[in-house]
């Protein structure tokens, strides 16, 4: 089999290293080290406007794509509008990863996304987001901004034989999560695969008619949790090995 690269979008926030604090690309060591333990080799993917308008500049280059958390989805986005309840956006991030999400869903790449990763591959195949889970009639699904600890733990239902359920297990499973955004209309093709229990906020979507594409809306690369990401670097390992010559 072979050694699939796995390129993973780097979030872009102030950072602070050694002496320096400025803006920087930075991918959590806790992804990095899952993408290891499954057999992949991590490449970091940095918010670039050449790539926005040709993402086949960089999706050429990787076997598989994993879309990570962090900061809001821009409402404008998904044909929302801004409000108080707006968090923390970076539009280049979105334009970026919007863009190789949706070229990777055309071209078949197997793509995982998790949280925020989750709501862009959604919005990257024309659905919407709640901006605010509470003010939709939802539960808490924060209730430690900044920490994936005990209290982030639920119980959401996972439909059996997904790609979801390969990662998490089926039926009734604990999770964590941290996000106060959550999907709405379910973009074109995807189907949610997981949901929280009991309010039924989407855990889960993937595309049946896709080889992977899956979005968690929980942390499977937590410490605290002993998910394995080997589904889908396996799925990008066979893309790599087409790929070679023969």
């Known amino acids: 089999m072979a050694t699939p690269v796995i390129g993973l979008c780097a979030a872009y926030e102030e950072a602070?290293?050694?002496f320096w604090a400025q803006r920087a690309a930075i991918v959590p060591d806790t992804y990095l080290g899952k993408v290891r333990a499954a057999g992949g080799v991590p490449l970091g993917l940095i918010?670039?406007?050449r790539a926005t308008g040709h993402p086949e500049l960089l999706l050429d280059r990787i076997d598989g794509l994993l879309l990570i958390g962090g900061v809001d989805v821009e409402p404008e986005t998904y044909g929302g509008v801004r409000t108080e309840r707006t968090e923390a956006t970076v539009p280049e991030r979105d334009a970026f990863e919007l863009a190789l999400a949706r070229a990777a869903?055309?071209?078949d790449l197997p793509v995982l996304g998790i949280?925020?990763?989750m709501q862009i591959l959604n919005v990257a195949a024309g659905g919407t987001l709640h901006e605010h889970l509470l003010d939709a009639g939802f539960g808490e699904h924060r209730p430690v901004p900044g920490k994936l600890d005990q209290t982030t733990f639920h119980e959401i239902d996972v439909v059996p034989?997904?790609?979801a359920a390969a990662l998490s297990g089926g039926g009734v499973q604990l999770v964590n999560s941290h996000h106060h955004q959550g999907v709405a209309a379910v973009g074109t093709d995807a189907v949610v695969t997981a949901w929280s229990i009991p309010d039924r906020v989407p855990e889960a979507i993937e595309f049946p008619s896709r080889r992977y594409a899956l979005g968690v809306q929980w942390h499977p690369e937590?410490?605290?949790l002993h998910h394995a990401l080997t589904g889908f670097v396996t799925v990008a390992a066979r893309t790599a090995k087409e790929d070679q010559p023969a």
């Open 16 to 18: 602070r290293w050694g």
């Open 47 to 49: 918010p670039d406007a």
């Open 105 to 107: 869903l055309a071209r």
């Open 115 to 117: 949280c925020r990763g």
């Open 161 to 163: 034989d997904t790609h």
């Open 222 to 224: 937590a410490d605290q």
